[in-house]
């Protein structure tokens, strides 16, 4: 299989399972917790408060959901979404631009940190949550979008300079 045909393959797993995420969040978690948005989506994180406001709202079900099929499926969405985003960084012809492919590996490690924090939050008894487990469930969550929006932006970078020369 050749390269090209291989990221068209990842590209559109990765389009699949954020579908098959977004379908699960939208038809099941977000109702399930009378219309919250879940900790992973709030993309400038939340405090205290939404933390325990969106715990006491979220059923039995949706607690479950959120534990087992979403935490897998977003376990493997992240992975191949780095993926995709590094390997056109790590196929580039100097240094530099190729040191890009870092970006993408910072998303998928704060994305994979974030998931273990947030399940942690999922798990502990409601009179137990700190505002520590939150804040750092939270920061892992800003710094999960942020590691993304830089790695777009440095596919961007790259596609604007490599198309000038």
Known sequence: MTARRWWLALLLLTAALYGWLAWLWFTQLVPGADGLTPFD??????SFAEA???????SADARVLYLTRIRHLDTIFPICLALLLAAPLWRLP????????VIP????VSD????AAVAGLLRVDPAALTP?????ASTLTQVKYAALGLSVFALGLVFVRTRRS
Request: hydrophobic fraction near 60%; avoid cysteine.
């Open 132 to 136: 520590d487990l939150v804040t750092w």
């Open 94 to 101: 100097t240094g530099w631009m190729r040191a890009l492919a």
């Open 41 to 46: 989506g709030r993309i400038l994180g939340y």
């Open 105 to 108: 590996i910072l998303y998928l």
């Open 112 to 115: 994979l940190a974030e998931n």
């Open 52 to 58: 325990e406001a969106f715990l006491a709202a979220l």
